[in-house]
């Protein structure tokens, strides 16, 4: 599997599916469950896909909905990148396709309050707005993140 044949299956996706729910975070889950859905179908398509692009830089591909603009990246990280606390101005999906991402959800009324979250391989996470979050990624991981870059 290549990063466009990826991106081709993504973009179908996005056509076939109905814009009638106006819940972004619904729409991010829904699009993490087909994405790796797709992943998972062939684990040695995802190695290629991995081994083929680990040293490449992948420019980010746009898609226009009929209510959101959204950009899907991937990204590829030959060091451990570690990310400090901070709060999402946007609604997030990522997908790890290889490697490891270690995240820390903090509490929006306890500060002080936590959960941790560790996403492998052929999992992902949805992320609204505003929630604040750390995260260390380790070394050799791929991630594939899709974003609402705003509503239409």
């Known amino acids: 599997m290549t990063t466009k044949g990826l991106l081709d299956k993504i973009n179908n996706y996005f056509l076939s599916i109905n814009e009638s729910n106006n819940n972004n975070i619904y729409f991010l889950e829904e ?14 398509e995802l190695i290629d896909l991995v081994n083929t692009n680990k040293n490449k830089k992948i420019e980010d591909k746009y898609f226009i909905l009929k209510k959101f603009k959204i950009r899907v990246s991937f990204a590829y990280n030959i060091k451990k990148i570690e990310e400090k606390k901070e709060e999402l101005k946007k609604d997030v999906l990522e997908i790890m396709l290889s490697g490891k991402k270690i995240y820390k959800v903090f509490d929006l009324v306890d500060k002080n309050k936590k959960i941790n979250y560790n996403l492998t391989p052929t999992h992902g996470i949805v992320f609204s707005s505003k929630t604040h979050i750390s995260s260390s990624t380790f070394a050799n991981s791929m991630i594939l993140s899709v974003v609402i870059e705003n509503e239409i």
């Open 31 to 44: 699009t993490r469950e087909k994405i790796i859905d797709e992943i998972r179908s062939d684990e040695k």
